[in-house]
């Protein structure tokens, strides 16, 4: 910092704070003499003297220290204020273009959000990176050391979140009028270590020291109520207006984060809900008479509710907390997309015209009894008119083909903590019930299957059901994943409303996963296309193609992809103590733990090579890096296991010097968006073995092929798109496809039968189950065995020994130095499809019906 005062300022005397070191250490901010205010302070300045300016200005101001004495915290925070104050200037000019032209807005809701760290991303957006790294080179501080302050808000668990971050990224980027709703976790998921190989779970305090991104708003509260009774307002009927009283309430206090879009003027919001307690719930009284626990107890309980995303629901009181959750979202949500429509609007009939309303899952879906009950209970609106508002209001993604993670609840539960509701969902549930009856008398198959309400074995609601009742438009996120909704788990519904069912497949924003993540990478692009227009317009990678086979150009593709590898390296050393070779084979998978995304089939074949290298030591292999990260959900038990397998062949391996330099196997722990914009950069080869026609489409695979790894997958989810784009030849396919893991299952599926057939797979599973990598404990990993060469539900063994052939075409291409670096640059030319922009408009055009509002320059 040049020392230079903002205009305005007076200049009269240096001030030193307490302990102040001399000028000339090179870790001092500078000296800067005292600044007074005066009449002409420019907080967005347009000059690099500028912005150096409102950095002082923000120091002295929203610090309140002086440059001797800051620390390297508030440098981090000086810095993020001042970039939040350009955002700002933005934002309101933003809110000015739509309360001037009244737009349709989006309203996406979700219970999760992964937006990962702010500093680096608003750096590019606000255009300050050269200016902010030329004043801190010039002041002795690392942006390095700065990022790392910079904490990844804890707000989501895995793609469910990342996706709703890349929409909002996207939405902003193409002046989309939207807003997010979500809660403001005080701990996120989980901060994940490990101990004897085993999961553990530790808060993760993401706002200990602060986030400068948010802003609070605790005079806008929401009163949310539970439990309680419901009278009837004006006559006997259901559907009329009808009083509930709740003998609970919490309340629902806002904060905001700005969420910029790229290239563009464009500054939308995520609003978060943090429940608080109601002013009277500290108990004096018991405080006074030395009761501290009962004092603050109804504190405590109110304000569980937004204390951990998806608190464990393996007990009666988690689940109940759970429900609580995500109805205190909705309610919160809701009044305030009402309250923001009648800023303009009085009509009710306009309310679809002006509201979009996106269910991200079956989390958010109350939202339709809810928004029925603040149309006919509170605003006093007819049922039929109501009901006609709420269908054409919201849309619903539905994320899952599993019938089992299809969520319901039980009848009682929602009785007796959301009576009102309830009640509304009966009427909601008569009403389609006896349409459905018009349309197809007497199939009581039919209404059974359809109703809201599962009668047996107990009588729950069913979420995903209300949700394609309540809504006009219901898609899924990949192709295959879409067209199995239609055909298998909604079925009926979709041949009732075939018109409700869309496709919309997913999409990675570029900004946050190349040139965020691998700046490397980005420049050669831009070096080669002239520029960066490809980061708002993703199909120009496609001029990439014509450099696929120019031997300059791979040897710089490969340069970059080593350079990161180098990175992944030091980290891994310096996390696990596990040393990394940058020149292999870097096979990445990276995902929630989940039986059906199969990590188990990637230790059968990380244990085949295993044994191939222990029985020969000659033998032909590879030099391979295999990367796990991910977390399981803490009740989830199998998953965890699986995870805790994967560290006991790590340690066997790694510490085994007949494989060393042939073989290592690294867990990164605690896995999110900030490891993501590691790992990603440095694969080589992508993981994306799920079981055929179980996931629903995955981002990971896309943000993997657009930074150049080459994919080993089977024909599921989006991985089906992929491969169409990127071609057969650039992509290494096995296993059975959806159609023929059905029908192995209807045929009487036998998993013992491959163990018995296959002497490779035998001896991989008898060394699990003998105690190889459990120091002689054979039991330690039984039950893991035991499942499959029982069940074997996502048919490992079935699709062993393809994966484990296809594994060995993998090798022999990496052989081919060229011809690798050649399909890894044909993938990333080939991905311009799956930029989230492209699913924006997809929405756009398909679901919302929203039109862009462009905000004027200053």
Known sequence: MSGKLPEGYDNTRRVHGEGARPDTEADSLAFVPEIKPGPNIRRVGTTVEDFEQNLLSNLYFQRGTTIESASAGDAYHTLAVTLRDRLVDRYARTVAAHYETNPRFVYYLSAEYMLGRQLNQNLLYTGTEQWTREIAEARGLSMETLATLDVEPGLGNGGLGRLAACLLDSMATLDIPAVGYGIRYDYGIFKQTFQNGEQVERPDDWTFYGNPWEFAAPDDQHVVGFYGKTESANGDSMAGPRRWIPSETVRGEPSHMLVPGYGTQTVNIVRLWRARASRQSFDLARFGAGQYGEAVQHIALSESISKVLYPDDSTELGRELRLKQQYFLVSCSLRDIIRRFQFRNRDWDAFPDKVVIQLNDTHPVLAIPELMRLLVDEHQVDWDRAWSITQRTFAYTCHTLLPEA?????????????????????????????????????????????????????????????????????????????????????????????????????????????????????????????????????????????????????????????????????????????????????????????????????????????????????????????????????????????????????????????????????????????????????????????????????????????????????????????????????????????????????????????????????????????????????????????????????????????????????????????????????????????????????????????????????
């Open 406 to 858: 299809l969520e319901t609840w039980p009848v009682a539960l929602m009785e007796r903590l959301l009576p009102r509701h309830m009640e509304i969902i009966y009427l909601i549930n008569h009403v389609f019930l006896r349409d459905l009856d018009m349309r197809h008398p007497g199939d009581l198959r039919l209404m059974r299957d359809l109703s809201l309400i599962q009668e047996e074995p107990e009588r729950r609601v069913r979420m995903a059901n209300l949700a394609v009742v309540g809504s006009h438009a219901v898609n899924g996120v990949a192709e295959l994943h879409s067209r199995l909704l239609a055909e298998t788990t909604l079925r009926d519904f979709a041949s009732l409303w075939p018109e409700k069912f869309h496709n919309v497949t997913n999409g990675v924003t570029p900004r946050r996963f190349v040139r965020l993540a691998n700046p490397r990478l980005s420049s050669l692009i831009s070096a080669h296309l002239g520029g960066d227009g490809w980061l708002t317009d993703l199909d120009q990678l496609a001029g990439l193609e014509a450099f696929a086979d120019d031997n300059a150009m791979r040897e710089r593709w490969r340069d970059v992809k080593r350079l990161n590898k180098v990175d992944l390296a030091a980290y891994a050393a310096r996390t696990t103590g596990v040393v990394l070779d940058p020149q292999a084979m870097c096979d990445v998978m990276i995902k929630r733990f989940h039986e059906y995304k199969r990590q188990l089939l990637k230790v059968l074949h990380v244990v085949t090579l295993y044994n191939r290298l222990r029985d020969d030591p000659a033998a032909t292999v590879v030099p391979r890096t295999v990367v796990f990260a991910g977390k399981a959900a803490p009740g989830y038990r199998a998953a965890k296991l699986v995870m805790k397998l994967v560290n006991a062949v790590a340690d066997t391996v790694n510490n085994d010097p007949r494989v060393a330099g042939a073989l290592r196997v690294v867990f990164l722990p605690d896995y999110n968006v900030t490891r993501a914009e590691l790992i990603v950069p440095s694969a080589d080869l992508s993981e994306q073995i799920s079981l055929a026609g179980k996931e629903a489409s995955g981002t990971g695979n896309m943000k993997l092929a657009l930074n150049g790894a080459v994919t080993i997958g089977t024909l599921d989810g989006a991985n089906i798109e992929i491969r169409d784009r990127v071609g057969a030849d650039n992509f290494f396919l096995f296993g059975y496809n959806a159609e023929q893991a059905m029908s192995a299952r209807r045929s009487g599926y036998s998993a013992r039968s491959f163990y018995d057939q296959d002497p490779e797979l035998r001896a991989v599973l008898d060394a699990i189950s003998g105690g190889v990598f459990s120091s002689g404990d054979r039991d330690a990993f039984a039950s893991v065995v035991d499942s499959v060469l029982g069940w074997d539900e996502y048919l490992c063994l079935g699709d062993y020994r393809s994966y484990v052939d296809c594994q060995d075409t993998v090798e022999r291409a990496w052989q081919d130095r060229e011809r690798w670096t050649s399909m890894s640059i044909r993938n990333t030319a080939r991905s311009g499809f799956f930029s989230s922009d492209r699913t924006v408009r997809d929405y756009c055009r398909g679901i919302w019906n929203v039109e862009p509002v462009r905000v004027p320059e200053e």
